[in-house]
């Protein structure tokens, strides 16, 4: 099983807005990353997984295509809906589709939304939560 590690994670806390780098979260299982936006009863994209590889390779910042969760060492920019994703010991994510590159992106850097389709990341929902922090393992299964 590929195995990568977390380097970088974010919650967007307000709509617009920076997301706030932490060094720790908690994923809530059913709801998302707490006190992060898309954490709400309901929504299935509660989470953005995103390789740092692709940030590096076009030059954006952690945490600038607003990810929640940016990885090293894992693809999971080839990562299918249904597939798991294992962070550390406890917590678990289900991959459920590609986030599309919108018009956001280009107001980073114009061109970056056609630049960034099919590489913007996976989004995921919170299957078994628990804490989450930078340096810990991901493996897909």
């Known amino acids: 099983m590929p195995q990568g590690t977390i380097t970088n994670l974010h919650?967007?806390?307000v709509k617009g807005t920076p997301s706030d780098p932490v060094q720790e979260a908690?994923?809530?299982?059913?709801?998302?990353?707490?006190?992060d936006r898309s954490a709400y009863e309901g929504n299935t994209r509660q989470v953005l997984l995103v390789d740092k590889e692709i940030l590096?390779?076009?030059g954006l910042a952690p945490g600038q295509v607003k990810e929640n969760i940016t990885v090293t060492n894992l693809n999971v920019a080839d990562t299918k809906p249904g597939q798991v994703f294992a962070i550390g010991d406890a917590v678990t994510l289900e991959a459920v589709g590609d986030c599309e590159a919108c018009g956001k992106m280009d107001a980073i850097r114009m061109g970056l939304m056609d630049q960034l389709q099919g590489k913007r990341g996976i989004l995921a929902k919170v299957i078994n939560g628990g804490a989450i922090k930078i340096g810990d393992s991901v493996t897909i299964k």
Do not use: K, Y
């Open 26 to 35: 908690t994923a809530i299982s059913g709801l998302g990353l707490e006190g």
């Open 11 to 13: 919650i967007a806390r």
């Open 56 to 58: 590096d390779g076009f």
